[in-house]
């Protein structure tokens, strides 16, 4: 090969390189905005609008129905739907088609060569055209690749089930911040206003003192500690703010609802505290059967025992059936189209040698499900444990909260008719009226606290708040249910709902 030759060669070399590179372009900026403009779009359209005050279980059927997180799950469960519906048809036999047109460049000749004398015995011949057109249709059925197909079939529908108790899991976790945002959203409403309002007179008595120091009227150091006073109540004030400003934004985030949508809740009376009318061990043994975490546990364990038959079946010889149609257009042949048929034995003799290893790490498998399993249900009953210590504990300090509510409006009422009859200072008064309001505070956060360790013990049983079917999907129909649920387990019914 000559110099310039070897030079052409590298340069194909280098421009066959070349051409395999890859390169990814950053994407445009216009493509990100019409992407953004297109998910706010999606993310909350359909979307029933409110109309009027939002109750409880009303806004727990928006988080229901258009919480993403449970858009998702059910998207994800549609998913394992169908790759169960894809994994039956590995059970069917395999099948191949194929059609062509073969051709070489010379004729496909031979000759014969005795085996005695070691001369040519017979002259060069052919028994295929140059061209000629081919087709085939085989199917082949393997008994053993039909069982085990069989049994991960079973194993692909065992995922989609577990994919079901994730998105129940999901939905009880969804309804439980819910509720805890909801009853944090109404003490919101009922103390930001006062909050606002003390603040405006604090700003006030604040600007006054100012004044009067600039006129130099009064004891300085009195006026300056006076005002000290009354920044330290802004301060408390403004930290009470904003522990109750953002409870409506998480709300409405979790119901999905469009940021800056004004929302309002709907009033409630008083202040009920719920009692649990149900033993302990019962609610023990619903949790044990109901969890979703362990129900997961027992398709895990029904997956890892058909691994173990999957290892079984292996060790089995294979019994292989095939048919097939075939054509072929070469002149010579006296049948250009015919079938074939056969019966054969397949054993991989290797198998024999590595099942029992696969048969014992399978039986390990199913034995680590089993422990992971007990594991998780020692865990599942201490939550429940600490939950019903939660509410007893959050139920105890509602009632010392509300408690010390009162005493603390009985004591503002007062220092009111001691300030009109001028008896004592704008500061005391102020100071006075914020210890009520933070008595207010704590008895509300309280209360929330209260109906949210209430929820979490159902939680933690894993009842279902909505029954497996429902007449529709409108939002007044799943608020029925849900309010229904709760209904009868406040009275101790934990059957679930057909």
Not at 223 to 241: D, F, K, P, S
Request: glycine share 6%; with cysteine.
């Amino acid at each position: 090969m000559n110099k310039s030759q070897k030079l052409f060669g590298v340069s194909m070399l280098a421009l066959a390189i070349s051409g395999c590179a890859v390169t990814s372009q950053p994407i445009e900026r216009s493509v990100s905005e019409q992407r953004a403009l297109s998910d706010l779009q999606s993310m909350f359209e359909g979307q029933e609008p409110l109309s009027g005050a939002l109750t409880l279980h009303e806004a727990m059927a928006r988080a229901v129905k258009y919480n993403l997180e449970a858009r998702l799950k059910v998207m994800e469960e549609a998913l394992a739907k169908r790759q169960v519906d894809l994994a039956t048809f590995d059970m069917l036999p395999r099948m191949a088609a194929s059609a062509g047109y073969a051709g070489r460049s010379n004729v496909s000749a031979s000759s014969s060569q005795s085996i005695d004398t070691g001369t040519q015995s017979l002259e060069p011949s052919t028994s295929q055209d140059r061209d000629r057109e081919v087709a085939d249709l085989t199917m082949v059925w393997n008994v053993l690749d039909f069982g085990v197909s069989y049994v991960s079939a079973k194993q692909q529908a065992d995922q989609r089930l577990i994919v079901q108790e994730r998105r129940r899991k999901v939905i009880h976790t969804i309804i439980q911040d819910v509720r805890s945002a909801y009853w944090r959203a109404v003490a919101a409403d009922r103390l930001l206003g006062k909050i606002d309002t003390l603040m405006t007179r604090v700003g006030q008595a604040r600007s006054d003192s100012r004044s009067m120091s600039e006129q130099r009227i009064g004891d300085p150091i009195q006026a300056l500690g006076y005002q000290r006073a009354l920044i330290e109540a802004t301060r408390q004030l403004e930290q009470q703010r904003r522990a109750l400003s953002l409870a409506k934004t998480e709300l409405a985030t979790l119901i999905n609802l469009p940021p800056g949508t004004p929302l309002s809740l709907a009033a409630t009376g008083g202040y009920q505290v719920p009692e649990l009318r149900m033993e302990l061990a019962s609610l023990e043994q619903q949790a044990l059967t109901n969890r979703p975490e362990l129900r997961e546990q027992d398709y895990q364990t029904r997956i890892s025992a058909a691994e173990t038959r999957k290892a079984m079946l292996r060790l089995l010889p294979g019994l292989e059936f095939s048919a097939g149609g075939h054509y072929d257009s070469n002149s010579f042949l006296i049948n250009q189209s015919w079938a074939d048929y056969g019966v054969k034995v397949t054993w991989n003799l290797f198998s024999v040698i590595s099942a029992p290893a696969a048969i014992d790490v399978a039986k390990a498998g199913e034995e680590v499900a089993t422990a992971r399993r007990q594991a998780m249900s020692m865990a599942v009953l201490a939550q429940l444990y600490v939950a019903n210590a939660n509410f007893n504990e959050a139920r105890r300090q509602f009632q010392t909260s509300q408690e010390l509510a009162g005493l603390d409006s009985q004591i503002v009422e007062q220092l009111r008719n001691r300030h009109q009859a001028q008896g004592i200072g704008e500061l005391e008064l102020i100071q006075g009226e914020l210890n009520a309001l933070q008595a207010d505070l704590r008895r509300d956060l309280s209360y929330a606290e209260m109906r949210n360790a209430y929820g979490q013990l159902f939680s933690s049983v894993g009842m279902d708040p909505l029954p497996s079917q429902l007449p529709s999907t409108e939002l007044s129909v799943i608020a029925q249910a849900l309010a229904t649920s709760e209904t009868r387990w406040q009275e101790g019914n934990l059957a679930p709902i057909e």
